[in-house]
């Protein structure tokens, strides 16, 4: 009789540990084809690593599907969304529907209006204030110019003391694309530089979009630019290539790098610092980016998620919450020197 009483206890709690998937935690992310969400996602899933059980899925840029998604992890009984939303105007409809099931959700790297992040206590954010990169951009390209507005070193190649530049804009609509363009121009204003934007364009955070972007730009028959600022590294990767094939970075003495006082090349400066790029200012082609620090971002994001699934986020949470949402990781600048 004790024997089968400790069987169907063990029958039980098997049946139960199946039917509640203990410690479940689904990743939604917009595409899978970023280069700088991969480096994100790959930091979230090491880190998740033997704390929770990490469901990723990525959502091909369409709402419809990452909604959907969103739908089959609720049936399938998963404990805690990590969601970077495809439309970020779409979090109204997510959070009310997480609310209704109350599912905690952490949204990442494309921000919801803050209207909809108090619709709930249960929704966090993480990411990085795009302000920040905009304004470290700009101080990275004066630094180049020499740092005296009023007296630009041999960068300013035509000598007309002002500098000649291409702005790569990422997504429309997206805050980091929006307030960097927007930031990195109000920081040379406010510091006494001019500036004349030859073009800005909108290239989708993309490497091939950004490529033929600039391709159309150098077509236009205009000088080629003395700086170009790209929203994030992907597309400064892009811009470069197209450079390099029209002879703009002239590698004389064919060792594969650019030797910067006497070879012939084109400031860009990318934001997200990923592996990619970083292997191109070494070899001197990209001047240099601002790190997206992606490895925090996934350090914080796992660490809230385990704390959700246990039940606390309290204050002894390692990363500081302010207005009990949101986790701000800084930027920092990387360039060679
Ligand atoms: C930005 C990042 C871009 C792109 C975008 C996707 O923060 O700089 O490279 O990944 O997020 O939302």
Redesign the pocket.
Known sequence: MKYLSIWVVLVLSVLAACSSPRNSVGLLV?RED????RSLVNDIQKESDGQFSLDTRFSLNSQVIQNEQIENLIREETQVLII?PVDRLGAYAVVKRLKMENIPVIFF??EPLRSDMELWDQVWYVG?KAEQSGRMQAELAMELFGSDPDSLNEFDRNDDGRIQTVILK??QG?Q?AEIRTAMVQTAFQEAGYSIDVIAVETAN?NRNEAYETMEEILDRGVNPPELVLS????MALGAISIMRQRGLFSDTNGNGKMERTDEEWIPVLG??GVPESVEQIEAGYLYGTVH?DYSTMAKAIAALAESILEGRVDDDFPYEIIDGKYIWVDYKTFTLD
């Open positions: 917009y970023d280069l700088f969400m970077n790297n494309r990085a990422g997504e997206h980091d955070w929203n994030n590294d992907a934001i997200d997206n």
